[in-house]
Each structure stands twice: as C-alpha cells, then as structure tokens.
T-cell receptor, first 111, second 107 residues
Framework: GAGVSQSPSNKVTEKGKDVELRCDPI?????LYWYRQSLGQGLEFLIY????????KSGLPSDRFSAERTGGSVSTLTIQRTQQEDSAVYLC?????????FGQGTRLTVV | KNQVEQSPQSLIILEGKNCTLQ??????????LRWYKQDTGRGPVSLTI?????NTKSNGRYTATLDADTKQSSLHITASQLSDSASYIC??????FGDGTTLTVKP
C-alpha cells in the first residue's frame, strides 16, 4: 500500500479482555516500531523490530503486552487482560533510511 | 538518562507571524534528530531529519537547526498558517521523544 495501515482504527473493549492490534507497514521497510500515546502525553516507545533480529522489547510496560512480526511484514500488538490504564492511541511506524512513517493509530478504550 | 525536553509546552500566535520551537536533548549516542507534526487525531508526519553533521534543514516554511555541541535544536515556522495548528514533536534517535509543543495559530 501507499502508507502504513493500522486496524482497527478504534477499539472499545471491556476490562480484562484481550485485544489484538494490527499494523501493515510499507512494503520493503525492514524496521517497525510500536508506540503508545496516552491522552495529553507524549509518544512512548513500546517495541522495535529490525529485520530478522530479536526485537527490542525494552519499552513494553508489562508482560501483558506482546508483539509479533510475521514474515518481516505485518505486525500484531497483543494486550492481554486489558486494564483502564491501557487506554491510549497505539501507533505503528515503519522506518526506511532513518525516516519513520506513521500509521493513523488505533484508539483503544478500555471500559 | 536519555531525555528530550521541548519548550514552550504550548504557544498561540497570530496567522502570518513566525515562531520558533525549542528542543534540548541529553541522548547518547546521538544518531539523528527529527521533527514531526501531529495533527489532532492523526499520526505524526515527518518534517525534517538531521544527522550529527547537519546544522540546518528546511522543508518549505519549516526550518530546523541543530547544534550538536550544545545539544539543542529549534524548529522555525515562517509566515504561519491556520493549518500549522498542531503538536510538534522532537525525536532523537528512534525512541526518545519530547512531549511536544502545541501550536495554535489564530486568524
């Protein structure tokens, strides 16, 4: 596609449920990042994938968060047993030659 | 601790005026510094990217400067337009973000 695509664009879930967020990066971009942006807050790094290397998971806030990147392309961010503090916009970015291209984000609301 | 600090936190200017946003960082090692514009409800869009050896880069009415010695960067917006109203985020490397400056341009 022409840009980074994220789905769903909005997700409302009940506390305690699991959610899965999807990111389709730009074809050919080997680096992919997940970030979280809480209301009124800055962007928070979550996880980084680079090619076939082991991902940098240093930004994941708890073990309820995990992410995968299959075939070096599509990535999914999974949040288990969601909590209200997980409510945020989750942004995915694919990177090529130092330039990051962001998706529109998934707005997650945990009620 | 790697940090990026932006100032001011928010800024209101009249249409047509110029403004300058500041970014100070304490990130090591330094790879690059980027400025992003984020409209409300949208993902960030890259404005400029600078490496260690670059001290200025322009993108239309946006001009970014970098002083690697003092670890400071600025984003200058010339002849502001209503559509410039957004958050402007300074990022050093891939994972150290400032909290952003919220710019409001009024007619």
């Amino acid at each position: 596609g022409a840009g980074v695509s994220q789905s769903p664009s909005n997700k409302v879930t009940e506390k305690g449920k699991d959610v899965e967020l999807r990111c389709d990066p730009i074809s050919g971009h080997t680096a992919l990042y997940w970030y979280r942006q809480s209301l009124g807050q800055g962007l928070e790094f979550l996880i980084y994938f680079q090619g076939n290397s082991a991902p940098d998971k240093s930004g994941l806030p708890s073990d309820r968060f995990s992410a995968e990147r299959t075939g070096g392309s599509v990535s999914t961010l999974t949040i288990q047993r969601t909590q209200q503090e997980d409510s945020a916009v989750y942004l995915c970015a694919s990177v090529y030659r130092g330039a990051a291209f962001f998706g529109q984000g998934t707005r997650l609301t945990v009620v | 601790k790697n940090q990026v600090e932006q100032s001011p936190q928010s800024l209101i200017i009249l249409e047509g005026k110029n403004c300058t946003l500041q970014c100070n960082y304490t990130v090591s090692p330094f790879s690059n510094l980027r400025w992003y514009k984020q409209d409300t409800g949208r993902g960030p869009v890259s404005l400029t990217i600078m490496t260690f050896s670059e001290n200025t880069k322009s993108n239309g009415r946006y001009t970014a400067t970098l002083d690697a010695d003092t670890k400071q960067s600025s984003l200058h917006i010339t002849a502001s337009q209503l559509s410039d109203s957004a958050s402007y985020i300074c990022v050093v490397g891939e994972s150290t973000f400032g909290d952003g400056t919220t710019l409001t341009v009024k007619p």
